[in-house]
């Protein structure tokens, strides 16, 4: 790492409470890990610097030297560095984080929530031996929601009875999840369990590579229309890419927002996790009928079109 960058690295970290070393920014990050830092980092900070390392290789490979740490995102508070995504997100939960910000929590009541009798009865067959699980739900600030099995709570959790069983939240899911209610859906397309939230706002809608080819077929048509995006990188298109798909890039994105709100945007990437947080970012700018293909272009070239090449 050269000196300048060191310096200009230094001066960063210290003359900034708190500044996120991540890939895209923190209106539109441009990987998982570095979207889940800045959920974190919303929810508990109003202003903090983020530092796009995709848009200098410099600086991409030179924080990871002054970090002495391999992975993006990278988080430093008040000069110091405190970590990467698995490592906030632990301190968080545990409030560590917050103590470190100097934020004062509020009290968290536990959301009451509703489950249907059937929905009960698959879980308290789902847990089997270990009548005595908690079932855990969690609803991050996108309320994308997931529920699972956990052992035991957490010193900070909130654990509500419902239907005969333990739901536990953390505090932050508790705050999105009053009035939730938990059914069981089974019908020709499979079986699951349905969350359904009151508190929810519109959501970003995942299709298949073969509901996508669909939709362009009756774009063709002229029986529908829509946008389809393709947030990937230049030498990622030059690889592989789907007919009648535009890049995101900036300009792209600034003509978008120019469009009437319910313009319908599909969005797609290699695996579906970057195009994820495209499509979220267009929601919260206030469109409403907003899509992300599961799987990306590598599902495409396995279940739509086999001349696309995989990589």
């Not at 991540?22 to 980092?41: D, E, N, T, W, Y």
């Not at 988080?75 to 997100?89: A, Q, S």
């Not at 509020?106 to 698959?122: G, H, M, N, Y």
């Not at 029986?223 to 890039?249: C, H, Y």
Request: net charge negative; proline share 5%.
């Amino acid at each position: 790492m050269s000196e300048p960058i060191h310096a200009h690295l230094q001066e960063m970290v210290t003359s900034n409470p708190v500044v996120l070393f991540m890939k895209g920014s923190r209106r539109f990050p441009q990987c998982g890990f570095s979207a889940r830092v800045v959920q974190i980092l919303d929810e508990v900070v109003e202003d903090y610097e983020t530092v796009n390392v995709l848009a200098d290789p410099a600086m991409r490979s030179g924080i990871k030297t002054f970090s002495d740490w391999p992975t993006i995102p990278q988080l430093y508070i008040k000069g110091e560095f405190v970590g990467g995504c698995d490592i906030v997100t632990e301190m968080f939960q545990t409030g560590e984080l917050q103590k470190n910000l100097g934020v004062q929590e509020t009290p968290v009541d536990p959301p009451a929530i509703s489950i249907s009798d059937t929905a009960a009865e698959k879980l308290k067959a789902a847990l089997g031996d270990e009548p005595n699980a908690l079932v855990r739900v969690e609803i991050n600030a996108n309320f994308q929601q997931n529920m699972g099995i956990s052992e035991a709570a957490g010193p900070r959790d909130l654990v509500v009875q419902a239907g005969g069983l333990s739901f536990v939240f953390d505090r932050s899911s508790a705050k999105r999840a009053d009035g939730l209610s938990i059914g069981f859906k089974e019908d020709m397309r499979g079986a699951g369990f349905v969350l359904d939230n009151p508190n929810a706002p519109p959501q970003v809608k995942t299709i298949t590579a073969k509901q996508l080819e669909t939709m362009l077929g009756e774009m063709a048509a002229g029986t529908s229309s829509f946008q389809l995006l393709d947030v990937r990188t230049d030498q990622e298109r030059d690889i592989a890419a789907i007919a009648g798909a535009t890049q995101l890039t900036d300009e792209a994105r600034d003509q978008i927002l120019t469009l009437p709100k319910d313009t319908t945007l599909v969005f797609h990437c290699h695996h579906g996790g970057r195009s994820q947080s495209a499509a979220e970012f267009f929601l919260s700018e206030g469109f409403t009928d907003v899509y992300n293909v599961a799987g990306g272009i590598d599902a495409w070239s396995q279940t739509v079109d086999a001349a696309v090449p995989r990589y």
